[in-house]
C-alpha cells in the first residue's frame, strides 16, 4: 500500500519564497539589460554632422578667445566675455543632439596661393605692389565686388543672437558677403560685423535662412563678396 507525502506549512512557505526570489532576480536581471540597452550613445563629430558642424562652431569660437588673449584691446575682455556664454550655448546643444560636450574641431582654411614673384624690376618711381598686397598675399580681402572667394571653405554658425551678420578673418567690418548653399540652392547676404576665425562665420540668423534642416554645417558653400 502507497503512503502519498504531504508537505508541512513551514516547507510550503519555504517553497514559496525561493520562487519569489527567483522570479524577481529573473526580473532584475531582465530590467537591467533592458536599461543598459536603452541607454544612449555619446557620438563624435566623425560620426554625426550635427556633432561636426556644433564642434566646427565651438573650436571656431576658441580660435577666437584666443587670438584676442593673444593681442587684445580695449574691447577684448567683453568679446571674450560673450563668446565664452556662446560657448556655453554651444555646448548645451551638443547635450541635446547626443554629441560629445566639449569637442571642438576648428575650421580648416585652405591655404592661398602666392602671388609668383615678378620677374622684371619696375619702373623708377612705381611700386610693384600696395601695401594690402604685401601684406595679404594671394588673399580674398581685396577681391573685387562679385567675385567668389574662400574656395573650398566650409560654413558654420557662430551662435550669436541678433539681426542676420557675419564675422570673418579675412574682410573688415562693413563688408557684404553673399554666402549660398548649394545643397539646397538657398542663400543669405550678410554685413561682416566683426572678427573670427574662419572667412565667414553666420550668426544664427543668417545660418537659419539658408541651413538644411538638423544640419550644423555647410560643406558645399559658395561665397561671394558683394560690397
Known sequence: ??????LGPKKKIALLVSAVTVAGGGAFVMASTSNASQ?????SAADSTVCQGLATALGNNQKF??????DPDAQSEARIANREAVIAQIELQQKASGCTVGESAQDSQ?????????????????QAGGDDAAQN?????????????CNGS????SGEDGAPAASSNQFPAGTKLKVT?????KSTTVEVTGV??????????AFEQVREPGKFLIRRALIEKVG
Open 65 to 70: 578667445i584666443e587670438g584676442q588673449r593673444a
Open 181 to 185: 548653399n548649394l545643397d539646397n540652392n
Open 110 to 126: 585652405p591655404a592661398q596661393p602666392q602671388q609668383p614673384e615678378q620677374s622684371e624690376q619696375p619702373a623708377p618711381g612705381e
Open 39 to 43: 541607454t544612449p550613445t555619446t557620438k
Open 196 to 205: 573670427s576665425g574662419s572667412c565667414a562665420l553666420l550668426n544664427n540668423a
Open 1 to 6: 500500500m502507497s503512503r502519498r507525502r504531504t
Open 154 to 157: 566650409t560654413v558654420t554658425l
Open 137 to 149: 598675399p594671394g588673399g580674398d580681402g581685396a577681391a573685387a565686388s562679385g567675385e567668389q572667394v
